[in-house]
């Protein structure tokens, strides 16, 4: 059975959403190719559509939207290739890249809204109770210095 997760972003809000795909929702992404657009109603998001932007597999190698084919290649690349980041001016190195369809062997596939459905974003992906807690945490943390300071006086 297929599986992976779509990282949906929000080109208006800037933030970015993880959706398990599984069975007929991953099935309907199997298949297409980076730059299609697709439905999101098998994902959960009904009315909306996806770009698809991107993706990694297994072993963490990233998607390439200029390679035909449904698999893994070795290429020489150079400055402005996806997967690489040259350190020195004109450097370019062999990389292995993963082809432009999505296929079973994906983990991860990125996508961006394109179209939006009557529901709100924050309506389907409710905010998680522990994002307020790393907000109190940095509370405490802040007034541990002061106690050692007054330690110190004393």
């Not at 972003?9 to 199997?30: E, L």
């Not at 939207?65 to 001016?89: I, Q, W």
């Amino acid at each position: 059975m297929v599986e992976f997760k779509v990282v949906v972003s929000d080109p208006k809000t800037g933030r970015a959403y993880n959706v398990d795909a599984s069975g007929g929702a991953a099935g309907a992404i199997v298949g297409k190719k980076i730059g299609d657009e697709v439905d999101a109603g098998p994902l959960g998001l009904s009315g909306y559509k996806l770009k698809i932007t991107g993706g990694s597999d297994r072993t963490g190698t990233p998607a390439n939207k200029s390679l035909p084919g449904a698999g893994r290649k070795k290429l020489l690349v150079a400055k402005g290739t996806t997967g690489f980041h040259p350190k020195m001016e004109g450097q370019r190195r062999r990389k292995t890249l993963r082809s432009k369809e999505i296929t079973s062997d994906f983990v991860q596939v990125n996508a961006k809204i394109t179209a939006y459905g009557d529901k709100a974003l924050e309506e389907i992906f409710p905010a998680k109770p522990a994002d307020d807690k790393k907000a109190g945490a940095e509370k405490p943390a802040e007034k541990a210095p002061a106690k050692k300071a007054a330690e110190k006086k004393a």
